[in-house]
């Protein structure tokens, strides 16, 4: 059986109007929970008073119409209608002499108890007929014969027990100052998580977050220790990677400095070539090894104003000198705040990276409201949509879809990412419709960058 849009689509309604956050969630249920729980009080109020003012009217009123009713059975006729304005209540009335008595019988339990005491309250009087009328509600018309034969009808209703208006105000009180108190102790609850949360985002490159307040209550305070002692330990091991890094570098750099030497005194030219383009990339790859390590283990550059279109104007009149003209496109028209050394480190690798694989590179800049991106385009044969993502991490190349000739230590890309984190931007890649690659560097104009 085919299911209709509209019921399809009914989960999907649903979820999204849920809240999705904890502190939301979390007080919805309090408030809509005490909610219910103050109307179930109200409902459970409302019946035992109708309860017992049913217990009373069956003990009391019943009693009232009949002697009521004994009273005009014993006054002369003459003096019977003088006698109704005084015994009339606000729930009962007489009425002399045969009046068309028309309705229903009585068809809600309540009625037919009202009614039953009735009857049963005036025997020995012969009760002719007792229906339901509509108007008012719930009242009753009893047609009683007296002791002279004569008859008089008996209008009688069912009154409910009231309520005072103060008392639902004084629920609807009581669920603000509940909902007041619940709002607050989920706020209690769901700061710290805040914090930690907003602590865990800003735990960058560097390690250099301020550490969270251990106090409040005690689980509050437990996990602020865990934080603080997970980033020391975390910056402890970074740290511990950058050194050994860099002692690898510099333990082999003496090694391939002798290699270097002894390749000189080769005779065979051809394996002495062979030999240097394999120490040079030794040496490439340790060197962009540390720097790799340095980016991980945090920027100490000092976030600043700068001229970005002069930077730019720059970097392609070095490119253009070496003869790789790189255009740009666009210009950022304000100085923006940032890391100019890092950022330049980041366009270099992204434009080396398109020289390597496209014989045509530009520069696009393009600035909105607080927003620069910076993009890097090349018409080489791009990336799998696939492996967009992979190529940002160190070591990982896509030989079989680019270039196998270009070589390449696979760091220059995860490099230019992590400078990018560092400095509050986001860096992605694209494949362009009409052939090549985007790298795409959006930044902050306005803002200093973490750090």
Not at 145 to 159: K, M, Y
Not at 225 to 246: D, K, P, S
Not at 347 to 354: C, F, G, P, S, T
Request: glycine share 8%; with cysteine.
């Amino acid at each position: 059986m085919a299911t209709t849009p509209a019921l399809s689509q009914t989960p999907a309604a649903w979820r999204r109007l849920v809240p999705r956050s904890l502190f939301a969630r979390v007080t919805l249920i309090i408030v809509v929970g005490l909610a219910i729980a103050q109307l179930l009080t109200f409902a459970a109020i409302r019946y035992e008073r109708d309860t017992a003012l049913r217990e009373l009217m069956m003990i009391g009123i019943e009693r009232d119409i009949a002697s009521s009713v004994a009273i005009l059975d014993r006054l002369p006729a003459a003096e019977r209608a003088g006698w109704l304005d005084r015994l009339e209540r606000r729930n009962y009335r007489f009425v002399l002499g045969s009046e068309p008595v028309t309705g229903t019988a009585p068809d809600s339990l309540a009625l037919q108890q009202f009614a039953d005491a009735i009857v049963d309250a005036l025997h020995p009087f012969a009760v002719l007929k007792v229906v339901e009328v509509a108007s008012p509600r719930e009242s009753l018309q009893v047609a009683v014969r007296l002791a002279d034969g004569s008859e008089v009808t008996v209008h009688a209703r069912r009154v409910g027990m009231p309520v005072s208006g103060w008392v639902l105000w004084m629920l609807l009180g009581q669920l603000a100052v509940l909902a007041a108190c619940a709002w607050h102790a989920m706020r209690l609850v769901t700061r710290p998580l805040a914090q930690l949360a907003a602590a865990a985002d800003g735990l960058g490159p560097e390690l250099k977050t301020q550490p969270l307040a251990e106090e409040g209550p005690t689980e509050v305070a437990h996990a602020a220790r865990a934080f603080n002692a997970m980033q020391r330990r975390i910056g402890g091991y970074m740290a511990e990677r950058v050194e050994i890094l860099a002692a690898i570098s510099h333990d082999l750099q003496t090694p391939i400095t002798r290699m270097r030497l002894r390749t000189e005194l080769m005779d065979n030219e051809r394996d002495q070539a062979k030999f240097r383009q394999d120490l040079d990339a030794m040496h490439t790859l340790v060197r962009e090894g540390v720097t790799y390590a340095r980016t991980l283990h945090g920027a100490t550059e000092p976030p600043c104003r700068i001229d970005a279109d002069a930077l730019f104007e720059s970097m392609t009149a070095d490119y253009e000198d070496v003869g790789q003209p790189v255009p740009i496109e666009g210009r950022a028209g304000a100085p923006i705040v940032t890391r100019p050394n890092a950022l330049r480190r980041i366009l270099m690798n992204l434009i080396d990276n398109a020289l390597k694989f496209g014989s045509e590179v530009r520069l696009r800049v393009h600035a909105e409201a607080d927003r620069l991106t910076v993009s890097v385009l090349d018409n080489g044969p791009g990336i799998p949509p696939a492996e967009l993502q992979a190529v940002l991490q160190p070591f990982y190349r896509v030989e079989g879809s680019r270039n196998r000739g270009t070589g390449g230590t696979g760091l220059g890309l995860a490099i230019a990412h992590q400078l990018a984190m560092a400095m509050g931007a986001e860096l992605t890649l694209h494949n362009r419709a009409e052939g090549g690659l985007e790298a795409r560097l959006t930044m902050s104009t306005r803002t200093a960058t973490p750090g």
